[in-house]
């Protein structure tokens, strides 16, 4: 049986129920192509039936492994830039500053897909403050998709993947080559690690962080999620850190929450405390 209107609207409302993402209806042909594997493996014939296994018995690791499968996790390394300009001239320096005495930082890639940002600031600060070489730093990098954690962690890239984004000096310098394959360096692996967290269910015990990147993710969720999305993030922060946001994104509607500060023609998010 094929899939109807009422089983595409079934697999929308599902998804933005698990992960907050919001699929578009133009978007159908994704769930074809993105859920037709998992509905073989579950048995199913095609994805009709697979629609009403899903409703029949409610099985929940079949509705995690669905939402998972429809994430978007197009990344890149030093994705965008100008963000990690800020962080090398602006916000490191700052932390770095603050944090003079404890020598502990706290990094978090929220919504971290296949690991390049996380690398990315860990090679950011190998390359550009050699001086905190010694100090407890840790990139802490979250998704709600298993498969691009588990991709993360072998941090392993095709050259497609290193040609975007990473210059071609810190790829020799903190990559190497195996085969078709360049795999992180054990010094930046070692600052960086990653694990399963969903950013709109209770978040599993993270640190505080000094830094947060949440960026290219808020564009899926519906405004409502945002919302209970900031508040998760802002409770996560400390009272001194930062907030890094994607290109288009702002903290509407959060301003109680967040202050935003420009610097290095960008801008990131400061957490309020006071008056909460
Ligand atoms: C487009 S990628 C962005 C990756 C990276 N932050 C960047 O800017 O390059 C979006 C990521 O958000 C993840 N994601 C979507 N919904 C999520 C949720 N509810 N909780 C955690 N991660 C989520 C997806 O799995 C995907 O890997």
């Not at 429809?70 to 030093?78: D, G, L």
């Not at 003079?100 to 600031?121: H, I, K, M, V």
Request: charged content about 25%.
């Amino acid at each position: 049986m094929a899939c109807t209107d009422s089983d595409y609207a079934y697999l929308r409302e599902l998804v933005l129920e698990q992960s907050a993402n919001l699929i578009d209806p133009s978007r159908n042909a994704l769930f074809d192509m993105r859920l037709t594997p998992i509905a073989r493996s579950a048995g199913a014939s095609n994805l009709g039936d697979f629609v009403n296994i899903l409703k029949a018995d409610r099985p929940a690791h079949l509705h995690r492994a669905v939402a998972e499968a429809m994430t978007i996790n197009e990344t890149s390394f030093f994705r965008d830039l100008t963000p990690f300009e800020m962080l090398r001239q602006t916000i490191l320096p700052r932390l770095i500053e603050q944090r003079a005495e404890s020598r502990r930082l706290r990094l978090w890639s929220a919504a971290s897909s296949t690991g390049q940002e996380a690398y990315s600031l860990a090679m950011l600060i190998a390359e550009h403050f050699p001086l905190i070489s010694g100090w407890d730093v840790k990139i802490f990098g979250t998704d709600i998709s298993r498969q691009v954690i588990d991709y993360a962690r072998r941090g392993r890239y095709r050259r497609l993947e290193v040609n975007r984004g990473l210059p071609a000096r810190m790829l020799l310098k903190y990559m190497e080559r195996d085969g078709e394959e360049w795999e992180v360096c054990s010094r930046i692996r070692s600052m960086c690690e990653f694990e399963y967290a969903n950013l709109c269910s209770p978040l599993p015990k993270l640190p505080a962080f000094d830094l947060v990147m949440l960026r290219n993710v808020l564009l899926y969720f519906p405004q409502r999620d945002r919302r209970r999305l900031f508040r998760q993030v802002h409770r996560q922060m400390e009272p001194d850190g930062c907030l890094v946001l994607g290109n288009a994104e702002q903290a509407e509607d959060s301003t109680k929450l967040f202050e935003v500060e420009f610097a290095s023609n960008s801008y990131f998010y400061r957490p309020i405390f006071s008056g909460l």
